[in-house]
């Protein structure tokens, strides 16, 4: 009989459903188990992710610690590829006799993987202190809490309390050399006699480097983390099968909106993204330069998509010294502004299409600026879009109905909407959707 294939055991119900959530938002069937007795094993058969609340947050160590053992105990099996310690997104309850519980059960080979972050909550760790809505924890009410308070805000200090077994810290320093060095490192520690690694974390790129090097370690870990890092760790190790394909993502940026410009840079900070400018004079001067710069552009992403997931072509006009005057233009070519704008949204329409036509693992796409969507909707040859999700106010998520390209993912959003972090949002979003 099928089983689930991520396991998370969590000290309360809500905790639990909120990580359940983030699973179904990737089109994983999440179930909350809440009574072993009445379980039916039978029932679980079409589910990828079970999650079992333990509510044992507020009670004695060794009551916890003996709840969450027995429930890995029945809950565990070879093909769980994700095991999961779902703990308080402010470290309140027993996080080091729960953590304990589970690679007990589980046994000697496994290790703990700490990633306390939840990024759209505010909570972070740098340089191995919580921080929650930029205050370090103690400062803040977690500290006075009536049933379980938190009075210190290194983690890994209160694994270390908490825990019999040996902990280490991995800071931001060490996640800036990549998944091979931070893989590398992991199993240092773990050499050492390490059982459980706090690590520091702030952005979804860094819960996503942080997965990426545990898969590389080939250690057999258990997440122990408020949810974001279970959701990451399964989106990358339960891949559904029609899904396995490498999946690649394009985002195209003709806005010249200020907002546009904070937005883009915002990505390429938190993200790891190839970016190529588009020399957006360049499409204007001639029929020659036009199509070289189009050929130009396509061949950098081209030539590099191998080692990059996201890719993005932005108008250089996002920077004010670029902006284009338009009326030599309308003159010259004896047309109206829509004439001109036009001959430059439908090139970065030919850029897209052209990255897409050439590399088949582009399947999912970002548009910015109606212009350039209308256009690259129209040299894609689709109908439509079939609209599924609102992303966030104004940026809708949907597939293209018709034509070669049908299927492909795309968000599209007005250059001028959304804060700095809403185009981030919406490349991290299509990740969730296209598995990466």
């Known amino acids: 009989m099928p089983t689930p294939q991520c396991v998370v055991i969590a000290d309360d119900l809500t905790g639990g459903n909120a990580t359940g959530v983030l699973l179904k938002k990737m ?141 280490a810290s991995i800071l931001m320093k060490d996640l800036m050399h990549g998944k091979h060095y931070l893989a590398d490192m992991m199993k240092a520690h773990v050499a050492e006699g390490c059982r459980i690694l706090v690590v520091d974390c702030v952005t979804q790129e860094d819960l996503d480097l942080i997965a990426d090097a545990a898969i590389t370690s080939k250690l057999k870990i258990v997440a122990v983390d408020p949810g974001v890092f279970t959701a990451t760790l399964s989106r ?68 590099v998509s191998h080692l990059n997931t996201v890719s993005t072509v932005t108008g250089d006009g996002i920077y004010p010294e670029n902006r284009i005057d338009f009326q030599p233009y ?33 399947k999912g796409l970002y548009t910015s600026g109606g212009d350039v969507t209308v256009a690259v909707c129209k040299r894609f040859q689709t109908a439509g879009l079939s609209l599924s999700d609102e992303v966030l106010p104004l940026a809708a998520y949907g597939q293209f109905l018709t034509g070669p390209f049908a299927g492909i993912h795309i968000i599209t959003k007005g250059g001028s909407q959304g804060e700095r972090d809403a185009i981030n949002r919406c490349i991290t979003y299509l990740k969730e959707k296209l598995y990466i």
């Open 27 to 167: 089109n994983y069937q999440a179930y909350t188990v809440m009574n072993t007795e009445s379980m039916d094993l039978q029932a679980l058969e079409d589910c990828d992710c079970v999650i079992y609340p333990t509510d044992s947050r507020g009670v004695a160590p060794e009551v916890a610690y003996e709840r969450v053992y027995n429930i890995c105990s029945l809950l565990k099996d070879d093909t769980v590829k994700v095991y999961s310690n779902r703990i308080d997104s402010t470290l309140r309850g027993n996080l080091g006799s729960e953590t304990d519980a589970m690679l007990d059960c589980l046994g000697e080979d496994y290790i703990a993987i700490v990633a306390p972050c939840f990024p759209a909550s505010g909570r972070i760790v740098v340089g191995g202190y919580m921080l929650v809505n930029g205050l370090p924890m103690h400062k803040t009410d977690i500290a006075i809490d009536p049933k379980t308070p938190v009075k210190v805000s290194e983690p890994a200090v209160l694994f270390q309390e908490q825990s019999k077994y040996k902990t």
């Open 236 to 303: 990358k190790l339960i891949t559904p099968t029609q899904k396995k394909e490498k999946n690649r993502i394009l985002a195209v940026v003709g806005s010249v909106n200020p907002n546009t410009k904070a937005q883009m840079e915002e990505l390429w900070l938190s993200q790891r993204i190839h970016n190529v400018f588009v020399k957006t004079r360049e499409l204007l001067e001639s029929e020659e330069q036009r199509s070289a710069e189009i050929q130009r552009v396509i061949h950098e992403i081209l030539e």
């Open 330 to 362: 309308m003159e010259k070519y004896h047309c109206s502004m829509d004439d001109v704008t036009d001959k430059i949204n439908s090139a970065f329409a030919e850029i897209a299409y052209g990255i897409f036509q050439a590399q088949p693992e582009y």
